[in-house]
T-cell receptor
């Protein structure tokens, strides 16, 4: 049973378009992380959010943690081919293990 | 500095065989994690070490899976009597301190194929 559902599962867009990826759960998390993974490599951390309603920006990427700390979103403005990859959300719950989402595979065409 | 390394990068074995997968964490990182990632899925937690001891092994699927970290650095994931369903990428991660809000640094993974 996957506690964190991501949508969409696949996303294929043209360079310059905007997109949003969602990460939803019925459970509360104490922290939420977003990772990006490229083929043949391990995930790389993009951001950590810990406060309900928190918004963090990383260049063209905007991350938001839901008020109830059950959901999160990742918005990319003016996507570039270098943004291509598997985006993973991961929740923490006052323990040390991370619960990963189902993943969103993004392909940005030039 | 060196990141997390995993060996071998690929392992092909036959059903019923025993395999060992090795993880070298970043020097000085006390927390070490093992995850399993099936094709098209997110990583699934297996076990977590704080120092030499397994602090949480609730993700190990059954007693064919075992992991050790005898000196608090290198860790080995051991799988006995492998089954085709064990085929996946096994990821290792380390962190400088415990706590799920801390960044985990992942290795490139070992792709295990059980024929």
């Amino acid at each position: 049973t996957q506690l964190l559902e991501q949508s969409p599962q696949f996303l294929s867009i043209q360079e310059g378009e905007n997109l949003t990826v969602y990460c939803n759960s019925s459970s509360v998390f104490s922290s939420l992380q977003w990772y990006r993974q490229e083929p043949g490599e391990g995930p790389v951390l993009l951001v950590t959010v810990v406060t309900g309603g928190e918004v963090k920006k990383l260049k063209r990427l905007t991350f938001q943690f839901g008020d109830a700390r059950k959901d999160s979103s990742l918005h990319i403005t003016a996507a570039q081919p270098g943004d291509t990859g598997l985006y993973l959300c991961a929740g923490g719950r006052n323990t040390d293990k991370l619960i990963f989402g189902t993943g969103t595979r993004l392909q940005v065409f030039p | 500095g060196a990141g997390v390394s995993q060996t071998p990068s690929n392992k092909v074995t036959e059903k019923g065989k025993y395999v060992e997968l090795r993880c070298d964490p970043i020097s000085g990182h006390t927390a070490l994690y093992w995850y399993r990632q099936s094709l098209g899925q997110g990583p699934e937690f297996l076990i977590y070490f704080q120092g030499t001891g397994a602090a949480d092994d609730s993700g190990l699927p059954n007693d064919r899976f075992f992991a050790v970290r005898p000196e608090g650095s290198v860790s080995t994931l051991k799988i006995q009597r492998t089954e085709r369903g064990d085929s996946a990428v096994y990821l290792c991660a380390s962190s400088p301190r415990q706590g799920s809000y801390n960044e985990q640094f992942f290795g490139p993974g070992t792709r295990l194929t059980v024929l």
